[in-house]
């Protein structure tokens, strides 16, 4: 998790538009400066005087003012050109690499510092001064630091520059991730997944480490761990359990079962048929 400041140190949009305004200016006069210098200068000259100028030969910049004109060509050109690109390294790079900021940033108190709130230097100046030529292209730049937070343009991405105010430098932009607590909640390994083996060296569970002093020894007469109380004195002893009933036994309290007849004997006379038996009183039955 990644705090957010309370106040966004890049939101100076406006007063970086103003300061870029500034700086054109001041380019452009210097560059209409030097072409005065340079230029061929005509004076009484019909209207017109530019476009003949034109015709008469090729690569001729004319600017008439009036019956004034000024053409500038050749070698005149080549210096005017110089001075261009010379005025827009020394306010876009060797100035923000001393100060941090060009003459237009300096009088608005803005600087260019790099995540950490340190001045940007002759490097990074240098890239984002580049890349000025694609943020320019159809104003792309502007609707990217307007619409992006933080506000960058394409040469502050690439060069990893942010435009603060003057307050602001030294202070980083992009804060450090805050640091856990010790007893935040970490996710537990997968399920069967192979745990890291402990450093060489390292005691392992339920084992003393190596010259730690032995466990005392236990007070006389203590029980030991796992061991059985002896029996006290004349105790009588416990009874035997009792023995495992017989196969095809009843089972306890149903009544006992009546004994079978003994079979007969393969000597013993047959009993007496009822017909002809002798009656007790001495008449046969009839």
């Not at 500034?22 to 005087?49: E, Q």
């Not at 110089?82 to 923000?96: E, H, I, K, M, T």
């Not at 104003?139 to 991405?157: A, T, Y």
């Not at 856990?180 to 402990?198: E, I, K, M, N, S």
Request: aromatic residues 6%; charged residues 10%; neutral net charge.
């Amino acid at each position: 998790m990644i705090p957010t400041p309370s106040r966004d140190p890049t939101d100076v949009v406006g007063r970086r538009i103003f300061a870029f305004i500034l700086d054109t200016i001041l380019i452009t006069a210097i560059v209409v400066i030097v072409a005065a210098l340079v230029a061929k200068r005509y004076t009484n000259a019909p209207s017109g005087s530019c476009v003949t100028l034109r015709e008469q030969s090729t690569g001729v910049t004319c600017v008439q003012i009036g019956s004034h004109v000024y053409s500038v060509s050749g070698a005149r050109m080549s210096l005017l050109w110089f001075a261009g690109l010379a005025s827009a390294f020394l306010d876009f790079v060797v100035l923000p690499g001393v100060t941090g900021a060009s003459i237009g940033k300096l009088m608005l108190g803005l600087r260019t510092v790099d995540a950490n709130g340190a001045l940007c230097g002759f490097g990074k100046a240098f890239g984002r001064t580049i890349l000025l030529i694609v943020d320019l292209f159809f104003l792309i730049g502007l609707f990217i630091m307007i619409g992006s937070r933080p506000h960058k343009r394409i040469g502050d991405n690439v060069a990893g520059t942010f435009v603060v105010d003057a307050s602001d430098v030294g202070n980083p932009v992009v804060r450090a991730p805050m640091p856990l607590p010790d007893d935040a909640y970490t996710q537990p390994p997968a399920w069967g997944a192979p745990q890291p083996p402990p450093p060489w060296g390292a005691p392992q569970p339920d084992q003393p480490a190596w010259g730690a002093a032995p466990p005392p020894p236990p007070a006389w007469g203590a029980m030991q761990p796992q061991q059985q109380p002896p029996p006290a004195r004349n105790a009588q002893p416990a009874p035997p359990p009792p023995a495992p009933p017989a196969w095809n036994a009843p089972p306890e309290g149903a009544p006992a079962p009546a004994p079978e007849p003994p079979p007969p004997s393969a000597a013993a006379p047959p009993p007496p048929s009822s017909e002809g038996a002798p009656n007790p009183g001495g008449e046969p039955l009839q």
